[in-house]
């Protein structure tokens, strides 16, 4: 969500994820935390695709939403993510999740499994970027223009080497934006994110870059933000065991907000009217109304 006040100034307010996690976000877990929590959009437990166009039911299993027009009975939509290494199979089943109604196609350059690996899934395209550029530009040529089309990613596979080089295959690709979970393979899950090293990403790139990994706590988004220069943010397991976290994130933007326009008044009589308009904003309000105080 952003706003703009004057014309040299403008206020982002955060977008929220919620991460693909397969096994865990499914649509029952996606229903209850969409409810619970304020996310902008969450996306399906990646679809593996290999030789063929998966029939309906395949996608109505992964993603019952659809029948809800693309979003969860809270009303957050949900994005259909694909796996796998077939250009032309990759973009004739995202041209049929399309058709049933997917707000947006996702592509998954970051899944660690051996067996995925093996079949040439996942983060192992990592090590050839060319590839990487070819399935998502094969996707976003393939899928009507209006529906965007975003990929996720990991630093690289084994190593760091070609973190740039598929940034920029999946922007040059025509992606929408690029999720990168701020770690390698090799790194797995174990702590810390190298959320650092997401912003040479950022820099580069023109397309939004949203944050991923071990972000648990507001004090965690905040420093991810810090670290990172990335605004948004995509949270799996964090959401899960706090199924609030989103909320806390967000009063806790409200309250830096505050804090600034209190500091921009000083100098703007108009920065008051930036704070009404902040708070006219429907989600906003919701946010804030939702709240528990103890929290901030
Ligand atoms: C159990 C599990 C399943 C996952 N499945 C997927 C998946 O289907 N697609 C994907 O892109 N990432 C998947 N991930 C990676 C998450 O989306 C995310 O990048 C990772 O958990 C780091 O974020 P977090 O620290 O906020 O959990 C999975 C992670 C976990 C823990």
């Known amino acids: 969500m952003r706003i703009t006040l ?23 877990m996606r ?11 969450c996306v399906t437990e990646f679809i593996r695709v290999t030789d063929s166009v998966l029939p309906d039911h395949v996608y109505h299993s992964y993603c019952p939403e659809l029948n809800n027009q693309g979003k969860t009975a809270a009303g957050t939509p949900v994005h259909v993510q694909f796996l ?20 947006a196609i996702d592509m998954n350059f970051g899944c660690p499994a051996k067996t995925v690996n093996r079949h040439r899934g996942g983060s192992v395209l990592l090590d050839e970027p060319e590839v ?8 976003r040529d393939a899928v009507p223009k209006h529906i ?3 990929a996720k990613m990991r630093l690289g596979y084994m190593d760091r080497n070609f973190t740039l080089e598929n940034a920029h295959a ?15 393979k090799a790194d797995g899950y174990t702590p810390p994110a190298f959320w650092d090293q997401l912003q040479p990403i950022r820099e580069a790139l023109k397309i939004n870059v949203i944050a991923n990994g071990e972000i648990w706590t507001n004090a965690d988004a905040k420093q991810c933000q810090l670290e990172s220069g990335c605004q ?15 909320q806390c994130i967000q009063l806790n933007m409200v ?27 429907k989600k906003i309000d919701e946010v804030l109304e939702k709240l528990n105080p103890a929290h901030f």
């Open 6 to 28: 004057f014309s040299s100034h403008q206020v982002t307010i955060v977008k929220l994820i919620l991460a693909p996690m397969e096994g865990l976000t499914d649509p029952i």
């Open 148 to 150: 965007p089309v975003s």
């Open 170 to 184: 999946i922007e040059d690709a025509g992606a929408a934006w690029v999720t990168v979970h701020a770690r390698t």
């Open 255 to 281: 309250g830096r907000y505050k804090q600034w326009i209190g500091m921009m008044s000083k100098h703007y009589p108009e920065a008051k009217a930036l704070w009404d308009e902040i708070k006219r904003l």
């Open 84 to 103: 796998g290494n077939n250009p032309e199979m990759l973009a004739a089943n995202a041209v049929r999740a399309a058709e049933l109604g997917a707000p």
């Open 132 to 139: 990487v550029h070819e399935l998502v530009k094969a996707v």
């Open 232 to 246: 948004d943010l995509m949270i799996g397991r964090g959401a899960v065991t706090t199924p609030d976290l989103t």
């Open 31 to 41: 229903d209850v935390l969409t409810h619970v929590g304020s996310f902008d959009w």
